[in-house]
């Protein structure tokens, strides 16, 4: 009988506390939660939303520019190129400015 009463009153301070730590979350969520917005702005709406690059791609696209460097190189943005409407004068130039960069390479 009295292991009845230790195992009830143990489960009375658990809920008590699960309570407790309940109410502490509602009150941290409150706290932090982000304000909402007041209004989308309208350039963001009107920006189609880009296509996710998969992983396995940004892995690949990584390790090229590794072996062509010699070592490993921060990549900073990954998009797709819009080909349908490529102006290839544009292309051209922008060919020659890439070349025109110098590498360090290690030797």
Not at 1 to 12: A, F, H, I, P, W
Not at 27 to 33: I, K, P, T
Request: net charge positive; glycine share 4%; aromatic share 4%.
């Amino acid at each position: 009988m009295t292991e009845t009463l230790n195992v009830t009153g143990l489960l009375e301070e658990l809920n008590q506390r699960l309570r407790d730590l309940d109410e502490r979350v509602r009150d941290l969520e409150a706290r932090f939660a982000p304000k909402p917005a007041l209004a989308p702005a309208p350039a963001a709406a009107k920006q189609p939303e880009e296509e996710q690059i998969e992983p396995e791609i940004l892995m690949v696209i990584a390790a090229a520019v590794a072996a062509f460097m010699g070592h490993k190189a921060r990549i900073r943005r990954v998009r797709r190129s819009a080909t349908p409407g490529m102006n290839p004068w544009a292309q051209q130039g922008r060919v020659s400015i890439q070349a025109s960069h110098s590498v360090g390479w290690a030797r």
